[in-house]
Nanobody
């Protein structure tokens, strides 16, 4: 099982980014797919999740700025994050969860800075 995250990088405040996570050896259609992030020196936190029927949940810090989407045909989950702030800086991880079993991707670094 592998979850390959991409799309991170250096972004200016107020900008946008789109992260993508591609699954291999796993059918993401069977999993709750989530994006987490870990800011420097802080604990990992939930950014957004989408369950198998498409219901979405967002962390308070990104509500109104984030959209999570899944494409089961492409076996991918994406995160669109707008109006970026310095507080959005961190390593972003995708996760596939099912009945207590979790698979994590390797993370992609997002740095919001001018």
């Amino acid at each position: 099982v592998q979850l390959q995250a991409s799309g991170g990088g250096l972004v200016q405040p107020g900008g946008s980014l789109r992260l993508s996570c591609v699954g291999s050896g796993i059918l993401i259609s069977r999993y709750v797919m989530s994006w987490y992030r870990q800011p420097p020196g802080q604990q990992r936190e939930l950014v957004a999740s989408v369950n198998i029927v498409g219901e979405r949940n967002y962390g308070d810090s990104v509500k109104g700025r984030a959209t999570i989407s899944r494409d089961n045909r492409e076996n991918t989950v994406e995160l669109q994050l707008n109006t970026l702030k310095s507080a959005d800086t961190g390593v972003y991880y995708c996760k596939a969860g099912l009945r207590g079993v979790s698979h994590w991707g390797q993370g992609t670094l997002v740095t919001v800075s001018s």
